[in-house]
């Protein structure tokens, strides 16, 4: 009796501080809760729409939504405003067929320019009125070796100024900046010649663009030279190269300005035929002035 007594004296004791806790628990007068009751009225929790940043509600106003698709028309209505205007100028969507080159045009395009005088056949091919890309013909202008010709330019005069103890990264940049601000005079120039004579050409900025970035290749020649041979070579190989340039230009642009009378086959004499043989003439001269003046300093 007595063991079964203390048993269940000792049950008692095992239940009671149970019971004392479940009642604790569910009248919430004794003790802190195990778990914080979120149901209810509690705290609200943390986030974006607790902190007054309604994401949803931003994405679903009809006035954000309107602002935006405004915002997105104004944004094509001024890129198409700009290549409109700009094509006028430049027309970017032609671009493609001055780079439309490959390595045996590439090669015999340079060796016009070096030796031009044995060349006869200066015309641009055409097919259907529209000439053919710079690859199939070897007259056609591209700009893939004036953009190479402008960048090996500033690389070899980087060359030539290290091996002068000149070399800066400054000066660097003022050879390159010199030289497209001067190609860029000489463009504007003969397009503001163009317009005074009047002159009903087909040729357009980016073919001048052409024409006047070729000189890169002779300016090369003769600062490679120079710095292999010395100041006489450098001499003696821009003299053959501004000479080469020269014929080049009178040869290709005379059928571009006189077009009138290479149509007729013959040279027709007057006034604005004059201005325009005039105009052929120094638009090719400026040539080896402008080969000289960028690369005479870089060879010492």
């Known amino acids: ?37 979120t149901s209810g009225t509690g705290n609200p929790p943390a986030g974006p729409q607790a902190a007054g940043f309604p994401a949803q509600s931003i994405l679903s106003d009809p006035m954000s939504n309107l602002a935006m698709a405004y915002g997105s028309s104004l944004a094509s209505q001024g890129r198409e405003m700009v290549d409109k205007n700009l094509d006028r100028f430049i027309p970017i969507s032609k671009l493609k067929y001055y780079f439309a ?36 013909d070897v007259n056609a202008p591209d700009l893939y070796i004036p953009t190479m010709g402008f960048i090996t330019y500033v690389l070899v005069a980087g ?40 002159v009903n050409t087909d040729l357009t900025t980016i073919d001048l663009l052409a024409f006047s970035g070729y000189k890169y290749v002779g300016m090369i020649v003769g600062v490679v030279a120079g710095l292999m041979f010395g100041k006489p070579a450098y001499y003696l190989s821009l003299l053959w190269c501004c000479a080469a340039i020269f014929v080049f230009m009178i040869r290709t642009l005379r059928l571009k300005l006189l ?12 006034a604005r035929n004059q201005l325009r043989m005039y105009l052929t003439m120094s638009i090719a001269a400026a040539q080896p002035i402008f080969m000289y003046w960028l690369t005479y300093h870089l060879i010492r």
Do not use: C
Not at 111 to 133: C, I, K, R
């Open 1 to 37: 009796m007595d063991y079964t007594a203390n048993q269940s004296g000792f049950r008692q004791r095992k239940l009671q501080p149970n019971m004392r806790l479940r009642n604790s628990s569910v009248d919430g007068s004794d003790g802190s809760q195990l778990f914080e009751d």
């Open 101 to 136: 080159v490959d390595t045996v045009y590439v090669g015999k395009k340079l060796g016009l320019l070096v030796f031009p005088y044995m060349h006869e056949n200066w015309e641009v091919s055409y097919q259907q009125d529209t000439p053919v890309a710079p690859r199939f």
């Open 159 to 198: 060359l030539a100024l290290g091996t002068q103890n000149r070399f800066s990264p400054e000066l660097l940049g003022v050879q390159a900046s010199s030289a497209l601000v001067w190609l860029i005079i000489e463009v504007l120039a003969v397009l503001l010649s163009l317009y005074l004579v009047t």
């Open 259 to 270: 077009s009138e009378a290479a149509a007729e086959g013959r040279l027709v004499r007057g």
